[in-house]
């Protein structure tokens, strides 16, 4: 079962009481980047959906999209589900629902616990290309080294390491301490 913040349960409790589950306005105390972070996490869950507005019908808006044009928030079936609340008829959406467009990037779809992680491959050209390949020379590579080929600081490069090669990518960095070079990363050759 989803776990639901207080403030979550409130949005989607109020929406199953509106016509057509519009889950707008939301509670007075969610306001400005508080309220579009805990939007962006329901409709990643899929809690919440972003449908076109009507606004002729009078449909409060979340977000402008153009042109006079806007979308609502609307409780899912699944946002329903995750306070008790059984939708009236599990095979029809709320009107309006359409796949509106969603401004900055798409939201991850969580993966079932055991899942294996997706396979990514990184873009050639790019500075983390580069780390990469300097990793997998047959001498490794140092933390200068890599700064001096990217431009970017060393925080960055162990950053980059940690996060985008071994939790992204799922590389296997290894590193040992070389008489007269210091510490050396590597990557296996592949």
């Known amino acids: 079962m989803t776990q639901l913040s207080d403030t ?21 105390s969610l306001r ?14 899929g809690l919440l959906q972003e449908v076109d507005a009507d606004l002729r019908k009078g449909e409060p ?17 699944a946002g ?4 008790g609340v059984e939708p009236e008829d599990a095979n029809t959406a709320p009107v309006g629902a359409t796949d509106a467009p969603n401004e900055g990037p798409a939201p991850e779809t969580p ?6 992680p997706k396979a990514r491959t990184p873009r050639e050209g790019t500075k983390q290309a580069t780390l990469i390949a300097m990793l997998r020379a047959a001498d490794g590579a140092t ?3 890599i700064t001096a080929a990217t431009g970017w600081q060393s925080h960055t490069v162990r950053g980059a390491m ?10 296997e960095v290894t590193s040992e301490k070389v008489e007269g070079r210091g510490r050396i990363y590597r990557l296996p050759a592949g």
């Open 8 to 28: 979550q349960a409130l949005i989607l409790s109020v929406a199953a009481q509106r016509p057509e589950r519009i889950a707008l306005p939301l509670p007075e």
């Open 32 to 45: 400005g980047g508080a309220a579009a972070k805990v939007v962006g996490a329901m409709i990643a869950k």
């Open 61 to 77: 808006m979340w977000r402008e999209t153009g042109e006079g044009h806007g979308v609502t928030l609307v409780a899912t079936d």
């Open 80 to 83: 329903l589900a995750a306070i």
């Open 111 to 116: 993966s079932e616990p055991d899942a294996a």
């Open 143 to 145: 933390i200068e080294e």
């Open 162 to 171: 940690a996060g985008a090669l071994k939790k992204k990518l799922g590389l």
